[in-house]
């Protein structure tokens, strides 16, 4: 029996393929959700504010069990995203959740990480990068602190999440 309930699915894209995979669902006439965020971008040559995915590959679709067919069909569509076997759905308040957190004019950070204190983490970036460190704690995604073991002394450091990943 197909479920002809409409639900939030999201979508996994080809890389880089986000916006024209938007673009054909919503010829197609499925009605589609990018998060888009501003963010300025510096060549060389100039500076220029740029609209590009929140998350990276991701999009959503309102779609029934019908359509599914459809959505795959689509230029830049890879597959559906899957939990505990079945194709993931997503409640309406969420996408709602995360339109109002795109309307405001907050700077967002997105990781594909999740890492508590006490993790071991590596420095990307910065001053102390390739330096092995422990999460201390994290303030808000901009603030975090950090132990270095390494030099032989415990030091704090105050860096963005934007600088480390997990080891």
Known sequence: ???????????????????????????????????????????????????????????????????????????????FLYFSGKIAAMPDQQIEQLKLLLATDEELEVFDYDIKPGEKVIIKAGPFKDMVAEMVSIHNKQRIILRLDNVGYSININTSMAFVEPI
């Open 1 to 79: 029996m197909i479920d002809h309930e409409y639900r939030w699915y999201p979508v996994y894209t080809r890389s880089r393929a986000e916006k024209k995979a938007f673009d054909e669902l919503i010829r197609k006439g499925i009605t589609t959700y990018l998060p888009l965020r501003k963010t300025l971008k510096q060549w060389s040559d100039r500076k220029k504010i740029i609209e590009e995915p929140l998350l990276k590959s991701y999009l959503f679709v309102y779609i029934s069990a019908k359509e599914y067919a459809e959505v795959l069909m689509t230029n830049g569509i890879a597959r």
